[in-house]
């Protein structure tokens, strides 16, 4: 892929096109028989780079995400060396445009080589090449969650040899697994401590399924104060530069999609006035960051005399009554937040804009406003908001999203608190390349219609 950067480079400098408005100064020291050779040396170059930046690495459950990132500065390293290195020569011909576009291609296309080998060895684990031997140790139900999970989703790599509710050394050893998960969170320090040891001595990988507590507390700093070690909670990435960046990434991506999405504004508004005519826009109260109350934009999907809120008046708190008891009926879900099935009060045009969530596109002007975020916890009503339990409001520390990590991993199949620990993982693991992965996975979620309602 390198080298192919390189090539194309090449080609587009000699394009009629470049060409035309940026003429070749030194054409005699652009030749191809003196480019290509040269191209294949700095290519095994970055390829050094590349291993030292941890791209090689043989580790089965790196992220596609991070090897992303770490493409991106490994090819801004060594555009970094050519820059220098064309600078301090004083090459007599025009190179800028072939380091720049080399170095723009380079990242392209090695990002593309990267996504289709994941594809790849993501079909192969569907029809069962590859798969890493795991056991699953563990008497609570999250082992035969993530039993039933693994099991569904083959794309993972895992294929389960056995679950056992305390360790069993002799039956592991002679499984031979290749990976341990260890979900008993609550286990004695002396069998957590032989389950760490036996992996260790037979070099099988070790995991564990964090608790709530663990999961509030993976965005940890050690330090020291007078000598004695410390450590240090901190709440979130997103303060200061982070929390700038998110949000310059926000208006311009918020931006760009209510541009991109106009036509769907548009006949999503007209579909709404010929079917149940005004209004078009539903507002709804829910808690932002900081537990700040506002309103969510949605395309209105409901019989307007019987859609909950202030805008409706007397008939909205009317309405309130009916939608309570469809929640003690028909509500799938259990927790604080609700979510009902087969809702009568939906239209059949706004049963389709649900179905594509379609009716969430408003919310993007939420975003523009700073009120919410492109990705980020949902934010839910005040009235659910009263049943959160204490280690629930770290989710206030950011803005809420109109999609997150909790919506492509399940949608409204999750349990409340399953939505919880995701939320918070995010929280404190965010980057903005998260951001990214989550934005692009969403639609395909979307498509697939996984916990859509």
Request: with cysteine; charged share 25%.
């Amino acid at each position: 892929m390198l080298i192919l950067a390189g090539f194309s480079a090449y080609y587009l400098r000699f394009s009629e096109f470049i060409i035309s408005r940026r003429p070749v100064l030194f054409e005699q020291n652009l030749t191809w028989e003196k480019y290509w050779p040269l191209v294949v040396f700095v290519a095994l170059g970055w390829v050094i780079i590349f291993a030292f930046a941890g791209l090689y690495h043989s580790d089965p459950n790196k992220k596609l995400a991070k090897d992303l990132s770490r493409i991106f500065f490994a090819c801004s390293t060594g555009f970094a060396a050519i820059a220098i290195y064309v600078f301090f020569s004083l090459q007599k011909f025009d190179s800028r445009f072939l380091v720049l576009a080399g170095w723009i291609l380079a990242i392209l296309y090695v990002w593309l080589g990267r996504i289709l080998i994941k594809l790849l060895k993501t079909a192969l684990h569907r029809v069962g090449f590859g798969l890493r031997k795991t056991i699953i140790i563990g008497s609570s139900q999250i082992a035969q969650e993530i039993k039933n999970s693994l099991e569904k989703r083959l794309g993972f790599g895992y294929k389960i040899i056995g679950v056992f509710s305390k360790l069993e050394e002799e039956q592991i050893l002679k499984d031979k697994p290749d990976e341990i998960i260890f979900t008993d969170a609550r286990a004695n320090e002396k069998e957590t401590l032989n389950a760490i040891d036996l992996a260790n001595k037979h070099h099988i990988v070790f995991k564990y399924s964090a608790d709530l507590f663990s999961t509030v507390s993976a965005n940890m700093i050690s330090s020291t104060i007078a000598g004695i070690p410390v450590i240090e909670l901190r709440r979130t990435r997103l303060g200061g530069w982070g929390s700038i960046l998110k949000r310059v990434f926000d208006i311009i991506g918020s931006a760009l999609l209510i541009t991109l999405f106009s036509p769907a504004f548009l006949l999503a508004g007209i579909g709404i006035l010929i079917e149940t005519g005004r209004p078009v826009i539903y507002k709804n109260k829910r808690v932002g960051q900081d537990g700040q109350k506002f309103f969510t934009l949605k395309f209105r999907s409901m019989f307007k005399e019987l859609s909950t809120g202030e805008q409706f008046g007397k008939q909205g708190e009317q309405a309130l009554k009916k939608e309570e008891e469809l929640i003690k009926n028909q509500s799938i879900k259990s927790g604080p937040v609700y979510k009902i099935k087969n809702d009568p009060r939906i239209t059949r045009f706004g049963r389709f804009l649900r179905r594509w969530s379609l009716d969430e596109l408003p919310q993007f002007i939420n975003v523009l406003k700073g009120e919410m975020s492109l990705v980020g916890p949902r934010p839910h009503q005040p009235r659910e908001v009263a049943k959160y339990e204490k280690h629930h409001n770290q989710i206030f520390s950011v803005k809420p999203g109109i999609t997150g990590l909790a919506q492509i991993s399940g949608r409204s199949n999750l349990k409340f608190e399953e939505e919880a620990k995701l939320d918070i993982f995010y929280i404190e693991n965010w980057s903005l390349l998260t951001d990214i992965i989550i934005l692009i996975k969403t639609p395909f979620i979307v498509i697939k219609k996984t916990g859509a309602i």
